[in-house]
């Protein structure tokens, strides 16, 4: 399988981005489908995921303000990104798990790591 990611940019505090990534090269659909990000010196932090079912995920710090989906017959992962703050600044990462469905911790974090990822795609928020 093979993710790409697209929509990162700089924008100012208040605004809106929608991210992209589309999937090729997978025999069957992803089961968990995920967006990360990490701002250099922080860890990987997930965002954002979306199961077999369609039945999102968000991490409380964009909860209200991002949205994921995705469009099967495009085969592409969005991100819509609302009220940006400079703490969203980050690599924002697409990641899909083609063996197994979102399954979470009691910390919130995916109890197994994706095992397909993208290149990255930097969004940058100035105050």
């Known amino acids: 399988g093979h993710l790409v990611e697209s929509g990162g940019a700089s924008v100012q505090t208040g605004g809106s981005l929608i991210l992209s990534c589309v999937s090729s090269?997978?025999?069957?659909?992803?089961?968990?489908m995920a967006w990360f990000r990490q701002d250099p010196g922080k860890g990987r932090e997930r965002v954002a995921t979306?199961?077999?079912?369609?039945?999102?995920n968000y991490a409380d710090a964009v909860k209200g303000r991002f949205t994921i989906s995705y469009d099967n017959a495009k085969r592409t992962l969005y991100l819509q990104m609302n009220d940006l703050k400079p703490e969203d600044t980050a690599m924002y990462y697409c990641?899909?798990?083609?063996?197994?469905?979102?399954?979470?911790?009691?910390?919130?974090?995916?109890?197994?790591?994706?095992?397909?990822w993208g290149q990255g795609t930097q969004v940058t928020v100035s105050s």
């Open positions: 990641a899909a798990d083609s063996e197994a469905d979102c399954t979470y911790r009691d910390d919130g974090n995916l109890l197994v790591e994706p095992n397909f």
């Open positions: 090269g997978f025999t069957y659909s992803a089961l968990c």
């Open positions: 979306i199961d077999s079912r369609g039945v999102t």
